[in-house]
């Protein structure tokens, strides 16, 4: 039974991970995020790329350049529009699993907060998660 899995809004797109704990979990305050979440960051538990398995016909995918220069590939569902994960390849190959899109997010425990240059001011997160500036991916 995996840890990792969960799906969209509509359910139309599931997936899991086959990995048993995520390789970290960050926080994410990047304008990229912001935009796709339509929040003030992104929860993330990141995991390899190769690890994680959708389901479903209705995922479409984004392709972006990351802060690194590199393409990052956004996996959604076309028909609600929910973000589920991030495939990072210039950042050890991880995927950023979209942490509110998991069955169970519970557990989950963000080791790190990054891009926090951009941290907006209505947004306050524990401050005790350690701190980067500039996006290490
Ligand atoms: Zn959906
Ligand atoms: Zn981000």
Redesign the pocket.
Known sequence: MPKIKGSCLCGEVTYYSTAEEPTMTAV???????K?SGSA??T?VLVPISSVVFEGDCRKQYVVK??SGEDVTRNFCGNCGSPLT?ELPAFNDLA?VKAGTMVDSSWVKPDIQ??CDNTKPWSKIDEDIKSAGA?P?
Do not use: K, L, R, V
Request: proline letters at 5%; a negative charge.
């Open positions: 994410c305050h990047c304008p990229d995020c912001q796709q960051f992104s993330n990351g802060a991030t950023a990054i891009w996006n991916g």
